[in-house]
């Protein structure tokens, strides 16, 4: 998606990474980014706690001098939960700072999609939906009106 490209772009030049740095991207996924930012001369490791995450990593970017490792701590787990809570975006920077993070800035970026099933694959609309429906239980009755309407703007409930 162009948006997500643009996006990505936009946060890697915002870390202001300069040659000889080190970066650590968490929840690294593939691996891409992290190859991005070694493009930029940095040392730059990617953690996730995915077992086939690091291993797609690994072989996609054999080569590049990047560094994939698996991190499966309590700590990773704690800070990925957050994302079931829907003011993560108000309450981000404080948890980073509180994890001894510093010079730390927030953009937000719209990020467009084209129906449910696109939305679902970046954001797991359903299955948080579903998770979220055991203290909203009209989050159902929005994610079915959001497959209904296909690519049509929702408002959130």
């Known amino acids: 998606m162009a ?7 936009r ?7 300069e040659p000889g740095a080190s970066a650590l ?4 996924g593939l691996g891409d980014d992290v190859v991005r930012m070694k493009a930029r ?5 990617g953690v996730d706690r995915s077992r086939t995450l690091i291993a797609e990593a690994q072989s996609r970017h054999t080569g590049s001098g990047c560094e994939f490792n698996l991190i499966d701590t309590g700590h990773q787990h704690d ?3 957050t994302f079931q809570n829907p003011w993560i975006g108000l309450e ?10 510093v010079d ?20 797991e609309i359903d299955a948080n939906s579903r998770h979220l429906s055991a203290e909203l239980p009209q989050a ?8 209904r309407a296909g690519a049509r703007p929702m408002r959130a409930f």
């Open 3 to 9: 948006a997500g490209r643009a996006s990505k772009a």
């Open 11 to 17: 946060a890697l030049d915002l870390l202001g990474l």
């Open 25 to 28: 991207e968490v929840a690294s």
């Open 41 to 45: 001369g940095v040392r730059a490791v």
């Open 79 to 81: 800070w990925l939960r």
């Open 92 to 101: 981000l920077s404080g948890l980073l700072a509180d994890a001894g993070l």
């Open 104 to 123: 730390i800035r927030q953009d937000a970026v719209w990020l467009p999609t084209h129906g449910f099933a696109e939305s679902d694959l970046l954001f």
């Open 140 to 147: 159902l009755s929005w994610l079915e009106a959001y497959r």
